[in-house]
């Protein structure tokens, strides 16, 4: 039995979705047939991921039904203001085969320009009230970022997803959402980021956790796998091989206890990425057209 969370609007969706942030359009498509074919009902891509048209094919060569699958896509921060949020929703549904999306996130605050952010999250607002999304919320909000958008907006975002992992597990921010109802979805959630960045230490290979995957015969990506679940997170790990795709989602049957779960938040290191400053200078990828 996989495992589901409960957003602060009723809506629910499967803890555990395929991410496909880093994954090629030419690898998408069969990485997200594979893993619906194996079970699960949950998708998280982007629109700055360039491959919505192909997790949309995925999903069409699956034969699963749309309304089975939960599908999350984020809008970018070139199409952020009231009117292109509003037609960023239309590109990202062309581009997925679909109509209606589950959940829809700003990606990231655009912090120098913040006003253009809070217009975004009003189209967000104008979406969800006309049924075009089922929830709305936001990525990679640090607590003052999250203050400023609640003051000035009416829904409490459903979702904020940030990195999160041992060795990242940003504890004030995911206090900060829990007081205000706000599920923490982690990205990058079993320290893909780590290879990714150049770190030289990875959660992936990390003896602690190794040594509780030991008692469960489970691999490490599953025991942190299983840590998020138990905390009451969403996680949506990046995979492209179906072995690991598979292994991803063989996490519920075993139960990790307090004590380990203790043992794997003390791996933090405090050491993250800059989610705050993005700008359009920077990181002005232009989304096209579907
Ligand atoms: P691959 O796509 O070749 O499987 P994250 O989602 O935390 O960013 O992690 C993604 C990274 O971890 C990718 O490099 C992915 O490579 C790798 N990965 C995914 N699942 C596993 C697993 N079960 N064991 C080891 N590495 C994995």
Same mark, same amino acid.
């Given at each position: 039995m996989s495992s589901a969370v409960t957003f602060n609007n009723g809506v629910t969706m499967p803890a555990i979705g395929l991410g496909v942030f880093q994954t090629a359009p030419e690898e998408t498509v069969t990485a997200v047939q594979t893993a619906l074919e194996l079970g699960y009902r949950h998708i998280d891509t982007a629109a700055a991921y360039l491959n919505e048209r192909e997790v949309g094919e995925g999903l069409h060569r699956s034969g699963v039904p749309r309304e089975e699958v939960f599908i999350e896509t984020k809008v970018w921060?070139? $199409?952020?203001?009231y009117d292109e949020t509003l037609h960023a929703f239309e590109k990202s549904t062309k581009k997925l085969g679909?109509?209606?999306? $589950?959940l829809l996130l700003l990606h990231q605050p655009l912090t120098a320009k913040f006003e253009r952010t809070i217009q975004a999250y009003k189209a967000l607002e104008k979406l969800l009230a006309d049924g075009a999304v089922r929830a709305i919320g936001v990525s990679n909000l640090v607590p003052a970022r999250l203050d400023a958008l609640l003051a000035e907006t009416d829904i409490v975002p459903a979702v904020n997803q940030i990195e999160l992992h041992p060795y990242n597990t940003h504890a004030e921010i995911q206090a900060k959402n829990a007081a205000h109802g706000i599920l923490t979805q982690a990205w990058s959630p079993i320290g893909g980021i780590r290879s990714y960045n150049g770190s030289s230490s990875n959660p992936l290979n990390d003896p602690t956790i190794r040594a509780i995957g030991e008692v469960y015969g489970k691999t490490n990506a599953q025991v942190m796998l299983r840590w998020h679940i138990q905390q009451g997170r969403s996680a949506i790990p990046k995979s492209i091989n179906a072995e690991r795709i598979a292994q991803n989602f063989d996490v519920f049957d075993f139960e990790l206890t307090g004590d380990e779960l203790t043992r794997i938040d003390a791996l933090d290191t405090g050491d993250t990425i800059d989610i705050d400053n993005l700008d359009l200078e920077s990181s002005g990828i232009v989304i096209d057209e579907a």
């Open positions: 921060i070139t $199409d952020y203001g679909v109509e209606q999306l $589950d």
